[in-house]
């Protein structure tokens, strides 16, 4: 059982394409009593303003705390400052090798690194594909070493009609990791229900 009333979490978004799954997840969780530490990569601003013309104060705005990428000696750099956890969404493939080694180069993989040796939850939603042997090798290091590697796969079963629903449904499910049920928090899942509901159905092979 955590100590905190209401659960902490640190969000982090990196410089990959889909800046979308980050706002998500931040707004999901806006939602809910979680409270929030963001941290932004230069990248990730970069991607922000060219994916959705958003500054990051705006994104920032979101988020309960942030902290700047660059501020190793903020409160998410140490172990002694509990949380439940923290996502990176989207994780890049250069934040996810950064993190594998332990040698970090700035507040986002150190807050990860930290969340890594505290053993509490680190989930990774990694945006890229194909995927070259190496990339495979690291995310095999990462979950030997206790993280969660979560791509953004949609649930074609839940019957989502667009791409935002298919984005909420796959940042609403991946934060079903840090089970905030514990907290009272109900996230808007669209859980399987074993084929019962009229729209449901499977497509035999």
């Given at each position: 059982?955590?100590?905190?009333?209401?659960?902490r979490?640190?969000?982090?978004?990196?410089?990959?394409s889909?800046?979308?799954?980050?706002?998500?997840?931040?707004?999901?969780?806006?939602?809910?009593t979680?409270?929030?530490?963001?941290?932004?990569?230069?990248?990730?601003?970069?991607?922000?303003?060219?994916?959705?013309?958003?500054?990051?104060?705006?994104?920032?705005?979101?988020?309960?705390?942030?902290?700047?990428v660059?501020?190793?000696?903020?409160?998410?750099?140490?172990g002694?400052?509990?949380?439940?956890?923290?996502?990176?969404a989207?994780?890049?493939?250069?934040t996810?090798?950064?993190?594998?080694?332990?040698?970090?180069?700035?507040?986002?993989?150190?807050?990860?690194?930290?969340?890594?040796?505290?053993?509490?939850?680190l989930?990774?939603?990694?945006?890229?594909?194909?995927?070259?042997?190496?990339?495979?090798?690291?995310?095999t290091?990462?979950?030997?070493i206790?993280?969660?590697?979560?791509?953004?796969?949609?649930?074609?079963?839940?019957?989502?009609?667009s791409?935002?629903?298919m984005?909420?449904?796959?940042c609403?499910r991946t934060?079903?990791?840090f089970?905030?049920?514990?907290?009272?928090?109900?996230?808007p899942?669209?859980?399987?229900?074993?084929?019962?509901?009229p729209?449901?159905?499977?497509t035999?092979?």
């Amino acid at each position: 059982m955590s100590l905190n009333i209401s659960p902490r979490l640190v969000v982090g978004i990196s410089g990959a394409s889909g800046i979308q799954y980050g706002l998500t997840i931040l707004r999901l969780l806006q939602a809910t009593t979680a409270e929030t530490h963001l941290v932004i990569s230069k990248a990730a601003e970069l991607t922000a303003k060219l994916e959705l013309n958003l500054s990051a104060k705006e994104i920032g705005a979101l988020a309960n705390h942030v902290h700047p990428v660059g501020n190793v000696g903020a409160t998410i750099a140490s172990g002694s400052f509990q949380t439940e956890g923290m996502i990176i969404a989207p994780c890049s493939i250069r934040t996810m090798s950064e993190i594998s080694t332990g040698v970090t180069s700035s507040l986002l993989s150190r807050a990860a690194d930290v969340t890594l040796k505290e053993r509490r939850p680190l989930v990774l939603m990694v945006r890229e594909t194909p995927l070259h042997t190496g990339h495979l090798r690291t995310m095999t290091t990462l979950s030997e070493i206790g993280a969660v590697i979560a791509p953004p796969v949609p649930q074609v079963y839940a019957n989502l009609t667009s791409i935002d629903d298919m984005i909420e449904q796959s940042c609403a499910r991946t934060l079903d990791l840090f089970r905030l049920d514990r907290f009272g928090i109900e996230l808007p899942v669209r859980r399987w229900d074993g084929g019962q509901s009229p729209k449901s159905s499977v497509t035999q092979v």
